[in-house]
């Protein structure tokens, strides 16, 4: 069992930097940790997943180069750095656990957490 519970998210104004982090408990090494996004009256996104390692992760267009996820294994934790942030980042950000699948989002979850609210205004 992995039980996941995101923080971080709150208000910021257009071209701000904010750092969303995930704590996890459970036994996280054989999954695959990542994070989706959904807006008010839209379907969740995949945003970008990490393995093992920092060299593997991955990104989705829609960051546009300006997100980051990195993985700290010794605190369990996964962090997702966002830059630039834009009206259209507003979302509800999830953090997940789960394995790579071949065909449509990248990142099959199995485990997710609660979600934590980011808005951007002008």
């Known amino acids: 069992q992995v039980q996941l519970a995101e923080s971080g998210g709150q208000q910021v104004q257009a071209g701000a930097t904010l750092t969303l982090s995930c704590q996890a408990s459970?036994?996280?090494?054989?999954?695959?940790m990542g994070w989706f996004r959904q807006a008010p009256g839209k379907e969740r996104e995949f945003v970008a997943l990490i393995g093992w390692t920092s060299r593997s992760a991955s990104y989705a267009d829609l960051t546009k180069g300006r997100f980051t996820i990195s993985r700290d294994n010794a605190k369990n934790t996964v962090s997702l750095r966002m830059t630039s942030l834009e009206s259209d980042d507003t979302a509800v950000y999830y953090c997940?656990?789960?394995?790579?699948?071949?065909?449509?989002?990248?990142?099959?979850?199995?485990?997710w957490g609660r979600g934590t609210q980011v808005t951007v205004s002008q």
């Open positions: 459970g036994r996280t090494a054989n999954y695959v």
């Open positions: 997940a656990a789960g394995v790579l699948q071949p065909s449509g989002s990248p990142l099959r979850a199995d485990y």
